[in-house]
Nanobody, 126 residues
């Protein structure tokens, strides 16, 4: 069983930056694709970014390209989401998710991930 724990959320003014972290338990991290999703109040959970197990392939939602960067450190079982140029529209609960080993199908949707963290809240004020 994989357990995920996000951290790094908080209150930020528009234009600022935050880095979210997600630490995974278990021995399959290095072989799992990892994703970040977010859920704003009253909206469905939406894809933000994903990264394959080697870190060589990354994927972003269109509105995050150029502002957000996903990365991972397999030695630390940690995936990161660097968020720059934040706007109030980025306000949401951010979740990290892990795929099953060596699966990259559907990793830009919630269907690709059986394991989820509890989320960390990001609030961006104008």
């Amino acid at each position: 069983q994989v357990q995920l724990a996000e951290s790094g959320g908080g209150l930020m003014q528009a234009g600022g930056s935050l880095r979210l972290s997600c630490v995974a338990s278990g021995s399959t991290f290095a072989s799992s694709a990892m994703g970040w999703f977010r859920q704003a109040p009253g909206k469905e959970r939406a894809f933000v970014a994903a990264i394959r197990w080697s870190g060589g392939n990354t994927y972003y939602a269109d509105s995050m390209k150029g502002r957000f960067t996903i990365s991972r450190d397999n030695a630390k079982n940690t995936v990161y989401l660097q968020m720059n140029s934040l706007t109030p529209e980025d306000t949401a609960v951010y979740y990290c998710a892990a795929s099953t080993p060596y699966n990259f199908l559907g990793i830009t949707s919630t269907r690709g991930y059986p394991y989820w963290g509890q989320g960390t809240t990001v609030t961006v004020s104008s």
